[in-house]
C-alpha cells in the first residue's frame, strides 16, 4: 500500500481533526473547533487545495487590530488571521461583541477570496485553519484603503452632500490613508507617491484589481439577489508582486436586498439596525456559503 499523496494525506489528517496547523497545547477551543471541518475546510483539502505543505505551529501575537489578530507562525512567509467577535464602529468608538462574528466573516472572507483568486486575483489567502482562523501569505501591507462605490452611501453622502442610493457610473474610486489617529483621510495617487506609501506602478495595480473585484463581486451579489453598493480593500507587496489582503466580509463593504434595498452590512451595526451578525449569514447563504 503506497504512502497517499499530499493531498490525500492532508485530508484524512484533517478528517482525524488535525489542520495542518500543530496547535500549542492550551489552544484547546481552536483545536476542538477544527475538529467539526467546515466544508469550505472538506472541500478544499479534497480538491488538493491551498493547504500548507509542511504543518505549521502558530506562534505569538503580533498585532491586535480592532476585528482580527495576526499571529506569527514558524513560517517567516505565513501569518495567522483570528477572526474574533469584537465589532467596532466610527473610529473604535462604538464597540461591542457580536456572538458568532468571528466565524461568519473568516468563512465569509475564505470564499470571496477564493471566488477572486479564481478570477485571477493575486490574494494572501491560504486557507482555513478553523472557523475563526485562516493561514495567509505575511504581507508588508500599503497603509493606504481602496474602496470603490457602485451606488452613493455613507461617506461619500456626508462628504459631498448628495443623496443616499444613487447609481454611480462609471464607479468612483477612492484612496484612504489607514490611520486611525485621523480618522483615515482621504488622499490621492500624488499624496502616497510623495510620502512614499506606495508607488505609482503599485498604485496603479491597486487600482485595476480594486476595479477586477467589482467585475467579480458584483455579478456574485447580483445573481443572489443582493447589490454590492461599496467595499474596502487593502494591499500589500509579497515578493514583488501586489497582493490582495486583510479580509472581504459585511464588515468591509455596502450589500443591499436588490428589491427590498434592506441594508445586509455593518451598517446595521453603525445605524443600530440590529439582526447584525443574522443578516451576515443570510447574505452568506444566498452566496452559497455554509456555516456552522
Ligand atoms: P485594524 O488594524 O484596522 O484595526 P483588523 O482588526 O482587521 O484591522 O486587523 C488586521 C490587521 O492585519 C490590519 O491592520 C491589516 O492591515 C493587517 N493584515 C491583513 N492581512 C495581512 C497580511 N496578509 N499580512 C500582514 N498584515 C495583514
Ligand atoms: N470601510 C472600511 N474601513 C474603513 C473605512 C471604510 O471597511 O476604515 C468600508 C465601509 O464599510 C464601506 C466603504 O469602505 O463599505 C466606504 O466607506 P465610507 O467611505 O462610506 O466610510 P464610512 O461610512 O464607513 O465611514
Redesign the pocket.
Known amino acids: 500500500h503506497s504512502e497517499p499523496e499530499p493531498a490525500e494525506r492532508r485530508y484524512r489528517d484533517l478528517c482525524r481533526g488535525g489542520s495542518g496547523l500543530h496547535r500549542q497545547p492550551h489552544d484547546a477551543e481552536s483545536a476542538r473547533s477544527a475538529i467539526r471541518l467546515p466544508i469550505l475546510i472538506q472541500e478544499e483539502a479534497a480538491r488538493g487545495g491551498r493547504f500548507s505543505e509542511t504543518p505549521m505551529e502558530k506562534r505569538e501575537e503580533l498585532?491586535a487590530?480592532?476585528?482580527?489578530s495576526?499571529y506569527r507562525t514558524d513560517n517567516p512567509e505565513r501569518?495567522v488571521?483570528v477572526f474574533r467577535d469584537d465589532t467596532s464602529a466610527f473610529d473604535g468608538e462604538k464597540k461591542e461583541q457580536l456572538n458568532r462574528k468571528g466565524m461568519v466573516n473568516n468563512k465569509f472572507n475564505a470564499f470571496i477570496m477564493e471566488k477572486l483568486e479564481a478570477a485571477g486575483v493575486p490574494t494572501?489567502f491560504e486557507g482555513l485553519l478553523s472557523s475563526t482562523e485562516s493561514l495567509?501569505?505575511?504581507?508588508d501591507?500599503i497603509p493606504v484603503e481602496c474602496v470603490v462605490r457602485n451606488v452613493s452611501a455613507g461617506s461619500l453622502c456626508s462628504r459631498l452632500g448628495v443623496a443616499e442610493g444613487q447609481e454611480l457610473n462609471p464607479p468612483t474610486y477612492e484612496l484612504f490613508l489607514?490611520n486611525d489617529a485621523l480618522h483615515d483621510p482621504m488622499v490621492n495617487e500624488s499624496l502616497a507617491v510623495s510620502f512614499g506609501w506606495a508607488a505609482a506602478d503599485e498604485l496603479e495595480q491597486m487600482k485595476s484589481l480594486t476595479y477586477r473585484v467589482n467585475d467579480v463581486l458584483k455579478a456574485l451579489f447580483d445573481e443572489a439577489g443582493m447589490l454590492l453598493v461599496d467595499y474596502k480593500l487593502?494591499f500589500?507587496r509579497c515578493e514583488g508582486k501586489i497582493v490582495l489582503?486583510?479580509?472581504f466580509s459585511p464588515d468591509g463593504c455596502r450589500i443591499w436586498d436588490k428589491e427590498t434595498r434592506k441594508k445586509m452590512d455593518k451598517d446595521r451595526f453603525r445605524q443600530g439596525l440590529g439582526d447584525v451578525i443574522e443578516t451576515y449569514e443570510e447574505v452568506g447563504r444566498r452566496l452559497g456559503i455554509q456555516f456552522d
Open positions: 498585532y487590530g480592532k476585528a482580527k495576526v501569518f488571521l494572501h495567509v501569505k505575511k504581507l501591507m489607514k487593502e500589500g489582503g486583510d479580509e
